[in-house]
């Protein structure tokens, strides 16, 4: 039986409460294919400064690096953001991680299912039957890793300086990893840069051409990123595969998050370079926080932690059909009526956190 070794960082707020869930159907599916799950949990963010005095320690790293994968919750709250901005969780924890294992593709998949387009600010007419749209983020490149950086007094005032910065090869890295996965959907790429003002711009849009070349089945087309900011809301439907440099790509992700009806739907893959036997060691994470005003009531929807957690069968273990088994779980469920609050509506059942755990471990079946 093959062994996987998951560290298991359930973080803040709703973190470990959604953690509970996803565990648990992780549980069913590796009695069921064959596999097992060998699951090391740490500490990380706000309870790790509490306990341990920063937000990633060092036994937490150990932990990660002697790991497969990373199963990640959400970190930060109220409770620590008076702290120094290098200190709180965010950007003490989660920063560090991605660097630390050189995290740099970013997968976050915003699908707006059939039975939910009604939760979504985008008019139903729009998109009839949901949507299905890849975001490819580059994510150790750009505003947030560039040097110089830093905040000094010039003539009397104050003057931040964040240095925007990518190499060639960054760009080729993250561009196959966009045209791989539109060959395997419906074969469209959307890169999205700045060309008419910004260097990297140029620099980006020239290299992700080049590499299209090695891609004849796929279709590529350029976007300012207003203009697909735009377009998003317009017509999600009318993008496949969109492929974006590490600032843009945050912000449009969470505007594809948004458009799919609630944060709490929302996966996403952070890939590094660390080769496994059947895919590439990386962290998985829910796409929203640690919303600490629900956080304790059970009322969190853990349906982002659950697929996240197959995206880690999917990509890390190359146990795909594990994989389909839970998301198409989570879509019955969803299509059985179960709803948290999020995504509730008349003629639905509204279900706790614990509850749609339930639905989707049933829906798997024994």
């Known amino acids: 039986m093959q062994t996987y070794k998951v560290a ?7 973190g470990p409460e959604v953690m509970v869930e996803a565990i648990k159907v992780l549980d069913r599916v590796q009695a069921q294919f064959g596999f097992q799950l ?36 959400s970190v930060g709250g109220p409770k620590w ?8 969780p965010e ?9 630390h294992f050189q995290l740099f593709a970013n997968l976050r998949p915003a699908i707006c299912y059939p039975n939910l387009t009604h939760a979504s600010p985008v008019k139903e007419s729009l998109i009839p039957g949901g949507f299905d749209v890849l975001c490819v983020r580059e994510l150790t490149g750009g505003l947030y890793f560039g040097q110089p950086k830093g905040t000094h007094m010039e003539n009397g005032e104050a003057v931040a300086i964040d240095t925007m910065v990518y190499k060639q090869s960054e760009i080729e890295r993250i561009a196959h990893i966009a045209f791989a996965a539109a060959a395997q959907r419906s074969g469209k790429v959307t890169s999205i840069d700045k060309a008419n003002v910004l260097e990297n711009g140029v620099l980006w849009r020239k290299t992700v051409t080049e590499i299209s070349k090695q891609y004849p089945t796929v279709q590529l087309n350029h976007l300012y990123v207003d203009n697909a900011a735009m377009q998003l809301v317009r017509n999600p439907r009318g993008f496949d595969v969109i492929l974006a440099e590490n600032l843009f790509g945050d912000i449009l992700s969470d505007e594809m998050a948004m458009i799919t009806g609630s944060l709490g739907m929302l996966p996403s893959a ?11 060691f990386g962290l998985f994470e829910p796409s929203g926080g640690t919303a600490p005003d629900i956080a304790g009531k059970g009322i969190a929807n853990p349906i982002a932690q659950i697929l996240s957690a197959a995206m880690m069968l999917r990509y890390a273990f190359g146990q795909s059909a594990a994989a389909d088994k839970i ?11 179960y709803r948290t609050g999020d995504i509730w509506s008349e003629g639905c059942s509204r279900v706790g956190t614990r509850e749609m755990g339930d639905a989707v471990v049933s829906e798997l079946g024994n």
């Open 81 to 88: 953001e008076s702290l120094p901005p290098n200190e709180q």
């Open 327 to 337: 998301e198409l779980a989570v879509r019955q469920a969803i299509d059985r009526g």
């Open 91 to 99: 950007r003490a924890a989660l920063l560090p991680l991605r660097k």
């Open 8 to 14: 298991v960082l359930a973080g803040d707020g709703i």
């Open 270 to 280: 952070s890939l590094g370079t660390r080769e496994l036997a059947n895919g590439r």
């Open 38 to 73: 060998e699951f090391t949990e740490a500490r990380v963010g706000g309870i790790a400064i509490d306990v341990d005095g920063r937000a990633l320690p060092e036994s937490t790293l150990k932990t990660c690096e002697a790991a497969e994968a990373i199963l990640f919750g």
